[in-house]
């Protein structure tokens, strides 16, 4: 039987060039955005994206709201 962490491991590869080809040609707010969307955490969203976890729940932030049908600002 394979080695749990191993397994763990390579699932971890897989699920970060998934990733970078989902958010390849998009900037850093869509690219994002969709990521968030297949429920990416913000760690390592900002990893694939190169940038910051606060940037990440920055330019999502909305995402949380938009989901729960609630509106911002009114």
Same mark, same amino acid.
């Given at each position: 039987?394979? #080695?749990? =962490?191993?397994? &763990? =491991?390579?699932? =971890?590869? /897989?699920?970060?060039?998934?990733? /970078?080809?989902?958010?390849?040609?998009?900037?850093?707010?869509?690219?994002? !955005?969709?990521?968030?969307?297949? #429920?990416? #955490?913000?760690?390592? /969203?900002? =990893?694939?994206?190169?940038?910051?976890?606060?940037? &990440? !729940?920055?330019?999502?932030?909305?995402?949380?709201?938009? !989901?729960? *049908? *609630? $509106? $911002? *600002? *009114?």
């Amino acid at each position: 039987m394979p #080695d749990t =962490e191993r397994v &763990v =491991e390579l699932l =971890e590869q /897989i699920l970060r060039v998934q990733a /970078i080809q989902v958010a390849s040609g998009k900037g850093v707010t869509e690219a994002a !955005r969709l990521l968030k969307l297949a #429920d990416l #955490d913000n760690q390592t /969203i900002a =990893e694939v994206l190169n940038t910051t976890p606060a940037t &990440v !729940r920055a330019v999502t932030s909305n995402l949380r709201t938009a !989901r729960r *049908g *609630g $509106r $911002r *600002g *009114g």
